[in-house]
């Protein structure tokens, strides 16, 4: 960036007491620590860093394919999309998600990131029915995560339509 709050360039830049903090994962693994959700328990922080990790290759995927070409889009709703409802679906079970929770049943950041990838695949290309159906631990997590006071609030405010058809339909 020209101001140079962010080596990298890319936003989001969070500003602390006046201070810029950038990368995402870092600045929520850094308030999850203010908060005493991450830092207590290195097993559960290694389970949140794996889903994590791997939100951000399903999300490069869904970046790719809305922002490349044809055949990036072509490739993502043929086969990665498949891919990827597949592995978050996985990690939850192996993680023995709950309810709002990808891992165990406590609050994580983990949450946040698979729920806005999954937001954002359905905001961009549907609700794929048989993907749902075929990775039963989607469906509940992400609905639990949506029925949540302020997730509730910010997402009938962006996409109403999105909240009442994924709500309905779960």
């Known amino acids: ?6 080596p990298t360039g890319h936003i989001p830049i969070v500003y602390v007491d006046g ?11 850094n308030f999850s620590k203010k908060v005493g959700e991450y830092g207590k328990d290195d097993d559960h922080d290694y389970l949140v860093d794996m889903v994590a990790d791997a939100v951000a290759e399903f999300r490069t995927a869904l970046v790719t ?3 490349g ?5 072509d490739s993502y709703l043929n086969d990665k999309r498949k891919h990827f409802y597949g ?29 806005a990838v999954l937001w954002d695949d359905v905001a961009s290309y549907g609700k794929d029915s048989s993907l ?14 949506l029925r949540q006071e302020a997730v509730a ?14 709500v309905s339909e779960l």
Request: aromatic share 10%.
């Open 19 to 29: 201070q810029p903090m950038i990368e995402s994962f870092a600045v929520m693994r």
């Open 153 to 166: 609030g910010w997402c009938k405010g962006v996409r109403p339509d999105l909240v009442a058809q994924t």
């Open 1 to 6: 960036m020209k101001t140079g709050e962010s």
């Open 69 to 73: 070409s044809q055949a990036d889009k």
């Open 87 to 115: 592995v978050l679906n996985a990690l939850i079970n192996k993680c023995k998600g709950s309810g709002a929770h990808v891992v165990s049943n406590q609050p994580s950041f983990a949450d946040s990131v698979a729920f």
């Open 132 to 145: 749902w159906e075929a990775n039963s631990k989607l469906g509940p997590f992400f609905e639990a995560f």
């Open 65 to 67: 394919s809305a922002f």
